[in-house]
């Protein structure tokens, strides 16, 4: 894939799962990635890997969770890698256990990273891609932001209310030529349920990859300019899990 100009993309959570697989996708399709995550050794290695398909990849330690000092480290990561045409809000935690039995440390912690986070890293994004007059927001919220799962109450808000941003924002920048769109991915077969937050048994194999949500990204970033897909849901064939 060619680009009368090159693009350049910041991924959250790059460092595994969903981010990572969309890393080595967008550095397939010759997009620059600027990587960003909590492990240094993690994120150096996915930028190896992007760098065999010839594209500039560099990494950035950020914890999301440090939601007061988000917004500076993005916008001082955006001023050495260059200007972003391309935000992708991937970090993300799970959490499991009833609302009644969530401490409200938990929901802080949670509530923080699925969607403070994000709001920081937009606003840290957001003036670049106004003053060039266009730019691609991707926020990954879940089937959770759109349906309710009994002991999973605190990620269901955060991705509810991560879906909410999303559609707010998309009609406040598209005069901006910006545009915005959620994706809701089904259950992905990710470390994310090997975390000592979530506790489910599921059956992974029949989950989504990420390779395949991570081509849904792609396509979506791929789409004119003039369009876009504001909202997609991608589920596994077999339903929710």
């Known amino acids: 894939m060619s680009f009368e100009q090159k693009r350049r993309a910041l991924i959250t959570g790059a460092s595994s799962g969903i981010g990572k697989a969309t890393a080595l996708a967008f550095a397939k399709a010759g997009i620059d990635i600027a990587l960003v995550g909590r492990s240094q050794n993690n994120l150096e290695l996915v930028s190896k890997a ?43 935690i799970g959490y ?3 609302l009644s039995d969530t401490p409200l440390e938990d929901w ?42 009994a002991a999973w109450g605190a990620y269901c808000v955060s991705k509810a209310g991560l879906l ?36 489910a048994n599921f059956d992974r194999s029949q989950m989504l990859t990420p390779e395949i949500v991570a081509e849904t990204i792609l396509h979506t970033v791929l789409l004119p300019q003039q369009a876009v897909i504001e909202e997609l849901t991608i589920m596994s064939n077999v339903g929710v899990l």
Request: aromatic residues 4%; glycine residues 8%.
């Open 108 to 149: 802080q912690q949670v509530i923080n990273v699925n969607l403070t986070g994000v709001f920081q890293c937009i606003m840290g994004i957001l003036p670049g891609m106004r003053q060039q007059g266009q730019g691609t927001i991707i926020n990954i919220a879940s089937i959770a932001a759109k349906q309710a799962f």
């Open 164 to 199: 909410s941003l999303s559609q707010t924002l998309a009609k406040e920048e598209r005069t901006n030529g910006i545009r915005v769109m959620a994706i809701c991915p089904s259950c992905v077969n990710t470390e994310i349920w090997d975390t000592p937050t979530v506790k």
């Open 50 to 92: 992007a760098h065999e398909f010839g594209v500039e990849a560099q990494a950035f330690c950020v914890d999301l969770a440090e939601v007061a000092e988000v917004k500076a480290k993005i916008q001082a990561i955006a001023h050495e890698f260059g200007n972003i045409d391309i935000l992708i809000n991937n970090a993300g």
């Open 96 to 98: 499991t256990g009833n």
